[in-house]
DNA sequence: ATATTTAACTAACACTTGTTAGTTTGCTTG
DNA sequence: CAAGCAAACTAACAAGTGTTAGTTAAATAT
């Protein structure tokens, strides 16, 4: 019924705390203080502050995964479903920057869902050095070493959150454009 | 003497710790357990654990300003340049891989030093800028946009420091070179 | 109008936090 | 041997932690 669910801004304002000083470092008279209310009446909608931490990890992790699973299952080149990946990392994280960083920086304070986002981020990534093992298999991509060209764009497409807020003036599609362009180019001339 | 050494080792602990779990969610008692002894022993060899992290961070965050200054005043090419700075990080990062994540991840609980902090970082992202321009300037680098270059080169070498220890395989040197590759070039054929 | 639901409140709890004070132990040095 | 000292200890504290219990006031549904 209701558009934003109580619980929802609970989350939202969480996650932006949570961006700011990291998940352990924010109490929950933080959390209800930002909210204008006790730190008590915040348990009327949630159950506790890891679930707060796993409802904004979790949800997202799924995201991705299904993301990658779609992209997985297009029939695109190599080049293409790099694109995609890019454009999905792009889109997911510029709706929700708060979220991000908490994917990034707290999930090791998961407790039971621990292995759980483990396991999803394993397989993320497991399918992400497929496609690009599949495209220099086919010769899309340079021979370069698989690795190391993992490591570089995910950490640059992970660091997504820190940058589009920064940002915000640029649309999707240009940041889309011109990331995937120094992605796959490089700068050199 | 002796003292020197010890509170080193205090604070070699410390940063692992921070490591796994971030600062605010490591305490006192952790690092003295870790190290055998009790909380209120550490007291005899630091004076705070504020004072721990700032330690971590701010020699780290001069190293860099040092290593960039050198950099600047050397007579080479921007392509040059530009590799003796992702030298540098790896150079470091590798030296210390705990320390470099405090300071990607724990800057913000810095508290008097926070804005010392700020400025080196802001110096040292300018000057990386404007090796970055000059090269586009006399036409060693394609002329793409400057900040997503920096974005993406800058996430990923602030990422090494998750990187470096699963690879420790591999040396710094022949690191240095593929990933300069891979930065410059991309992975395109 | 009455009953139910929603969402806030106050008060308190058991535990953990960083830190201080004062003391003890064992090595090194005059 | 005595003195000094580095580095550990025990005990304690005041403040802050997540969370529970029980209550209240207003909005909504019957």
Redesign the pocket.
């Known amino acids: 019924?209701?558009e934003v669910?109580?619980?929802e801004e609970i989350i939202k304002t969480a996650a932006k705390l949570f961006k700011e000083k990291g998940y352990?470092?924010?109490?929950?008279?933080?959390i209800?203080t930002a909210?204008?209310?006790?730190?008590?009446?915040?348990?009327?909608?949630?159950?506790?502050?890891?679930?707060i931490l796993k409802t904004i990890i979790i949800s997202l992790a799924e995201e991705f995964t299904q993301g990658m699973e779609n992209i997985k299952s297009s029939n695109v080149s190599s080049l293409n479903k790099l694109k995609e990946v890019i454009t999905l990392h792009i889109s997911i994280t510029s709706q929700n920057t708060y979220g991000m960083a908490s994917l990034n920086n707290d999930w090791m304070h998961l407790e039971e869902q621990l292995p759980y986002y483990l396991e999803l981020r394993s397989n993320y990534e497991n399918e992400f050095r497929t496609i690009l093992n599949e495209g220099i298999g086919n010769k899309e991509f340079a021979n370069s070493d698989v690795e190391v060209m993992l490591f570089s764009m995910l950490s640059t497409l992970r660091s997504l959150y820190i940058w589009i807020p920064k940002k915000d003036d640029l649309n999707s599609e240009e940041l889309s454009n011109s990331l995937s362009h120094i992605l796959i180019n490089g700068i050199n001339k």
């Not at 352990?24 to 933080?30: F, G, H, I, N, P």
């Open positions: 019924m209701k669910s109580r619980k352990s470092a924010v109490t929950m008279r933080d209800a909210m204008g209310i006790k730190a008590a009446s915040l348990y009327n909608h949630i159950t506790s502050k890891q679930d």
